[in-house]
């Protein structure tokens, strides 16, 4: 699988470093993206170490507007052929929503909605040609329910997944697949990014991350890894969204 490559957005550290991790130890070559040179560096080296596959990495802001162009122009300049694009990168905010700048909210939306939505449609017409090709988009639990004080991220979520199962339903018999993953609280760099603390129940990014890419290999549509967020996932959405408001609500 020498020159077929996994493209990774957010691939520096967290679930998106993991599921890079995943891809090439199935033998894909990586395009490893993100938007702070030095971390990138420091995981294309650990990557590089670990694995015997081509790592490339590609620094770009995908909180953006034009930066899924800019990274798609790049990889064709570059000739790398991507069967599997990984749609990871997102930040979330918190606050009531008055309250969050514009431009703060403007740049997750950005990063979160409209770059997969572009990346997608840009690597699409590619993997439909050939018949074959794999588009993991990371949603979250968050995206089964509204999020008071954290809304736009949450919304953000729930448009990746119903994106998501569109954009499967489409592509089922043009020979791709398309996921969903849907993380429940991941011990990341996530929550400090939020200015809260990591709740001491969430899940290692490497168990997230072997339980998406286990279920994108098994064809499947949505994935929740983990047994409590499965059983989270029943819990009717008024009560998911009382809690959620408790959760992310400062005083
Ligand atoms: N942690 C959780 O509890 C949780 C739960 C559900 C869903 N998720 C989702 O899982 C995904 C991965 O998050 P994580 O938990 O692994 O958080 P993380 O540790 O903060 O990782 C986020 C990744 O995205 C990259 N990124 C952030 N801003 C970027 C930008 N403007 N341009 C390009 N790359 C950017 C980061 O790298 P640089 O900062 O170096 O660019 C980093 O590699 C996100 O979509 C998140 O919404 C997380």
């Known amino acids: 699988?020498?020159?077929?490559?996994?493209?990774?957005?957010?691939?520096?550290?967290?679930?998106?470093?993991?599921?890079?991790?995943?891809?090439?130890?199935?033998?894909?070559?990586?395009?490893?993206?993100?938007?702070?040179?030095?971390?990138?560096?420091?995981?294309?080296?650990?990557?590089?170490?670990?694995?015997?596959?081509?790592?490339?990495?590609?620094?770009?802001?995908?909180?953006?507007?034009?930066?899924?162009?800019?990274?798609?122009?790049?990889?064709?300049?570059?000739?790398?052929?991507?069967?599997?694009?990984?749609?990871?990168?997102?930040?979330g905010t918190i606050g009531p929503a008055e309250t969050i700048p514009l431009d703060k909210d403007e740049r997750m939306l950005t990063l979160n909605v409209i770059t997969p939505t572009e990346l997608c449609k840009l690597f699409l017409p590619q993997m439909y040609q050939k018949h074959s090709g794999k588009i993991l988009n990371i949603a979250s639990t968050g995206a089964f329910n509204p999020g008071p004080y954290t809304g736009s991220y949450f919304a953000s979520k729930s448009y990746v997944l119903s994106y998501t199962k569109a954009l499967r339903y489409e592509a089922k018999s043009r020979g791709v697949q398309v996921s969903a993953l849907c993380p429940g609280t991941t011990r990341t760099r996530f929550f400090e990014k939020e200015g809260m603390d990591t709740p001491v129940w969430a899940m290692s990014p490497e168990s997230v991350a072997r339980a998406g890419?286990?279920?994108?290999?098994?064809?499947?549509?949505?994935?929740?890894?983990?047994?409590?967020?499965?059983?989270?996932?029943?819990?009717?959405?008024?009560i998911k969204t009382f809690f959620t408001a408790q959760m992310k609500k400062s005083d």
């Open 1 to 91: 699988m020498d020159n077929k490559y996994a493209l990774v957005t957010g691939a520096a550290g967290g679930i998106g470093f993991e599921l890079a991790r995943c891809a090439a130890g199935d033998g894909y070559s990586l395009i490893i993206v993100g938007s702070n040179e030095d971390r990138l560096k420091t995981a294309q080296k650990s990557l590089e170490s670990e694995f015997p596959v081509n790592v490339v990495a590609l620094v770009q802001d995908l909180s953006v507007p034009g930066s899924a162009e800019g990274l798609y122009g790049e990889v064709e300049k570059r000739g790398l052929d991507v069967v599997c694009l990984v749609n990871n990168a997102g930040f």
């Open 213 to 238: 890419w286990r279920g994108l290999r098994a064809g499947c549509g949505v994935i929740v890894p983990g047994m409590m967020n499965k059983l989270i996932r029943l819990v009717p959405s008024g």
